[in-house]
C-alpha cells in the first residue's frame, strides 16, 4: 500500500521560506516520477513540481520557477519542496504525488497514481 505523508506546511510571512516534506512507502520509487501540486482556496488543483526519482530533469510551473526546488533524498524515501521568497499567492494545500511507471515528467494532475493527504501554506502579507 503506497503511502505519501507531507510535512513541513505552516504560516510563513511574506518573503520567507518553508521546505516541505513527503515521506513516501510501499513501493519502488525508482522508475516513478514524484510532483508536488497545490490548491488554493476556490481554485482547481495545479501542477507545482515534479521529477523522475532516478533524477534528472527538473520542472516547475512558472509561477515558482526560479523559488522553488524539488528534490528527493533516496535514502529516506522523501520528496522535498524547498520554498523560498515566499508569496501570498503561495498560499494553498500542498499534495505531493506519483506518477508510477512514467517514461517522462507528466504535469496533469489525472496522470498521477498516488496521492498524499496535503499539507496547509499560508503566506501572510
Known amino acids: 500500500q503506497v503511502q505519501l505523508v507531507e510535512s513541513g506546511g505552516g504560516l510563513v510571512q511574506a518573503g520567507g521560506s518553508l521546505r516541505l516534506s513527503c515521506a513516501a512507502s510501499g513501493r519502488t520509487f525508482g522508475n516513478d516520477v514524484m510532483g508536488w501540486f497545490r490548491q488554493a482556496p476556490g481554485k482547481e488543483r495545479e501542477f507545482v513540481a515534479a521529477l523522475r526519482w532516478r533524477g534528472g530533469s527538473t520542472y516547475y510551473a512558472d509561477s515558482v520557477k526560479g523559488r522553488f526546488t524539488i528534490s528527493t533524498d533516496n535514502a529516506k524515501n522523501t520528496v522535498y519542496l524547498q520554498m523560498n521568497s515566499l508569496k501570498p499567492e503561495d498560499t494553498a494545500i500542498y499534495y505531493c504525488?506519483?506518477?508510477?511507471?512514467?517514461?517522462?515528467?507528466?504535469?496533469?494532475?489525472?496522470?498521477?497514481?498516488?496521492w498524499g493527504q496535503g499539507t496547509q501554506v499560508t503566506v501572510s502579507s
Open positions: 504525488a506519483v506518477d508510477k511507471n512514467s517514461m517522462r515528467v507528466r504535469t496533469r494532475e489525472t496522470e498521477y497514481d498516488y
